[in-house]
């Protein structure tokens, strides 16, 4: 019988997290596949004379926690795990995976990674906002590099508020990015399992121009056509993701790409849609590890 471990943050605890782990346990179990679930505390990346502890006795790792040390020392260890490191930590900086998916052709705003500032007392230029608005126009989108439920997600209306947002986050990583102002308050976010779109959500706000569930947002099933889960499963496909939500915008001319999410919660699209999520990830995992 295979054995898989399932992977949480060592300190983030919440109900979503603890649904997401149970539902996964669950449909592995009616596969036939066991699995512990267990917070990612052990240290797992202990380091000696050039080795790693990693864990032994499973056949596979469902990471749900983000942490790329521990990640790196799993899979240097031998352990499959779902996602694939680099993956996870493509998707966990949102101007890394803008970087990455570059030159490939997936809609995307114009996006301008920042100037990373190593000390607070260094002074923040003007000309940087300057560069920014000129190339970006108002009002603009700023994104903390490391963030997810909407909460480091910034509107920039003006020049003031801009150099604002600047100086607050200069010493931490963020991208500049085109507001598409088409998609204000709302967006899509479909799933894409082993390359495949299994469920899609239109999603929208009531009144901020983020569509977040975690922030009010409302999902209501979305008919994925061919632009969106080419957009989608291309996207998937090119870094590397088992699974993955990916956030869509709706540009003038198509679909844009917002962001991924390579550890998307998947209660929201699971009651909005119907689809059993936690099922087709089981059965994508059982195919990949026999
Ligand atoms: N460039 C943009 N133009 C318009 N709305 C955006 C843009 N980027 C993000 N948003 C809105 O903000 C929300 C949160 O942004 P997102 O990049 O998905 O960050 P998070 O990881 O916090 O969810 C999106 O779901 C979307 O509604
Ligand atoms: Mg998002």
Known sequence: MKRGLILNNAYYETPATL???????????????????????????????GAVKGVNGYDFCIFLDKDKYAARALESAGLRLFNRREAIELCDDKALTFLALAGSGIPAPKTLPGLLCYSPEAEFQTKTAEYIAKTLGFPLIVKESYGSLGKFVYKADDMPSLIKICKELKCRPHLFQKFVSESAGKDIRAIVIGGKTVAAMKRTS?????????????????????????LCEKTAALLNLDYCGIDVLFGKDGYLLCEVNSNAFFGGIESATGVNVAKAYAEHILKSIN
Do not use: H, M, W
Request: aromatic share 8%; net charge negative.
């Open 206 to 230: 009531n009144g901020d121009f983020r569509s977040n569930i975690g922030l009010g947002g409302k999902g209501e099933p979305y008919n994925a056509d061919g632009e969106l889960t080419a």
């Open 19 to 49: 649904y997401q782990s149970e539902r996964l346990k669950e449909e592995l179990l009616k596969l036939g596949v066991k699995t512990d679930v267990k917070k990612n505390d052990f240290f797992a990346a202990e380091i000696e004379n």
